[in-house]
């Protein structure tokens, strides 16, 4: 008999709840603002609303529900450690109150580990065992895909890659994120400028180098300008140079880059993929591995949730 | 019935051959120098003559042949691809020869990566499904054990954990091992010494900085030496730095550490714990992994040829 869950992803901004069948075709699809500054108390009743409808409208029964969430998961429990976005969540144990609710197996995921699920099943690497998604965007995540499951670790805190060290220079010692994500462009604009670089990004924050943000930067690059240029080619290379390091440490044949940043297309990807290209030890590592831009839009984090629900149902089947 | 196998390490210096029962306890040990300067068309057939007296001192039957070799090995012929220590091999089929020549299967393995699965198995991370062992000598390499199986990655070369970059500043680009293993300790020295700082390695070689070596530094920071303490101080930082990397991608519960730098003990291991822990997002990454010195001795590549080859029949049969 045909089997499908129900996906939810609980977003910062966003929730959202469908019905999938095993080849992720969405039903029932519903979304609403999820008003993060209400807390919990209030978010929570509205959220299990929404499943509870979708699953009355299901056709078929359902098998399993999925859940992406911000931040770090504990697996056992299916809670949500410390979520950046949703304050007063933390350590609620979402997918417990979920499972007990309705009856029905519920597994959590963080949303860039589930988004790496959905783009090797549903999007840009469809057919590949080993692949890595990286987000691009305020911060950056991922998640790492090992002969088509997530990789977790022994408790549940692997594929945190914004966090590698890319620069360990005497006392100076940073990471991916804080070198190469979004607020790192605006940070990177700011000291050439003061250093005496000409910018329109000046004109555009009206002088005010503090307004000097990531966006204001992609922006800058879109129309030529020279510096913010060089800031985008900047977080690219470290961008790159950290596919370069995985390249060695897992040999996937592709990484899918998704995330706000990646809306600069080539002016990102280019010097991404040519950083890389420099610092493999073998080309083999290169050439057998495609860099392409994230597939899946807005459904991404429901479709992820999906695959983690089909594939959990599956273990324990096992 | 008992299975057993035979462990072949093939190694630049020295060749060992023993069977092994599934406790992975030797018989019938053998070992030669590799002579690697007369090339295959030499060592092979005397590697072939170890293996052949070993069947047939068994008294069970053999049921497969792990081989640990040097360099990248290309896992579906069972080649050894870039043998930086056995000149002449480059592309030798090895697996595929050893196993037409017994009818036995035979799978080879690099030595950096069976020597993670020794140490899962009968060394140092016994009981860790998730384990990365690290080798510090003349180079830096390893093996990244997930869910007790080795990670190999889209084509066989993963776990390459020594060329992960770990300097990304402007154009100085520079990975683990350049910065870390033993050669980085006799070049961060000279470059000390040349800066006009005083030590005790100055006398050691008579003046002659260009015979500045990592062992030498090694001897210097054993006799309490300033300069040579700060040199491997600076190494096990940079080692903990890539440590704390790898905390968040595999959320492993161990990391093994080995090699000829290791020797130094507590004067490496300090500062690569305190660098760890230093740069984990979460204490959880830190406090709920061990870093510990290599368990296994001389025979960690013939062990751990054996458990590749124990695994790999029962992957055949599953």
Redesign the interface.
């Known amino acids: 008999m045909e089997t499908r869950v129900v996906g939810v992803d609980l977003g910062g901004t966003r929730m959202r709840v469908a019905i999938l069948d095993s080849d992720y075709h969405l039903y029932e699809r519903a979304e609403e603002p999820t008003r993060a500054h209400e807390g919990p108390a209030v978010t929570l009743p509205r959220l299990l609303k929404m499943i509870e409808t979708a699953i009355q409208k299901s056709e078929v029964p359902i098998a399993a529900i999925g859940i992406s969430s911000p931040g770090?998961i504990e697996p056992n429990t299916g809670a949500i450690v410390?979520p950046p976005n949703l304050p007063g969540w933390h350590n609620t144990p979402l997918g417990r109150i979920v499972q007990e609710r309705f009856g029905i197996p519920a597994f959590l995921g963080n949303d860039a580990n589930v988004a790496a699920l959905a783009e090797v099943y549903k999007g840009a690497a469809i057919g590949?065992?080993?692949a890595i998604y990286i987000t691009v965007s305020t911060g950056i995540g991922g998640g790492?895909v090992?002969d088509g499951k997530l990789?977790?670790?022994?408790?549940?805190?692997?594929?945190?890659?914004?966090?590698?060290?890319?620069?360990?220079?005497g006392e100076r010692?940073s990471?991916l994120e804080l070198?190469a994500a979004g607020p790192a462009l605006g940070r990177y604009a700011v000291r050439r400028i003061q250093e005496g670089v000409q910018s329109r990004i000046v004109d555009m924050v009206g002088g005010r180098l503090d307004a000097v943000s990531g966006k204001v930067v992609g922006q800058a690059a879109q129309q030529g300008d020279p510096l913010a240029l060089e800031a985008v080619e900047h977080s690219g290379?470290?961008v790159g140079?950290?596919i370069?390091?995985?390249m060695?440490?897992?040999?996937?044949?592709i990484f899918v880059v998704g995330g706000g940043v990646t809306s600069l297309g080539e002016l990102l990807f280019k010097p991404m993929r040519e950083a890389a290209r420099?610092?493999?030890?073998?080309p083999?590592?290169f050439d057998?591995?495609s860099i392409v831009p994230a597939a899946l839009g807005e459904d991404v984090a429901i479709i992820g949730a999906a695959v983690l629900a089909f594939q959990s149902l599956q273990l324990q089947v096992d």
């Open positions: 770090p410390a590949h065992k080993h790492i090992i990789l977790l670790g022994a408790y549940g805190l692997g594929g945190e890659l914004g966090h590698i060290v890319m620069l360990a220079d010692v990471t070198e290379k470290i140079y950290a370069a390091s995985m060695h440490l897992f040999n996937p044949s420099a610092h493999v030890i073998d083999a590592y057998r591995c």
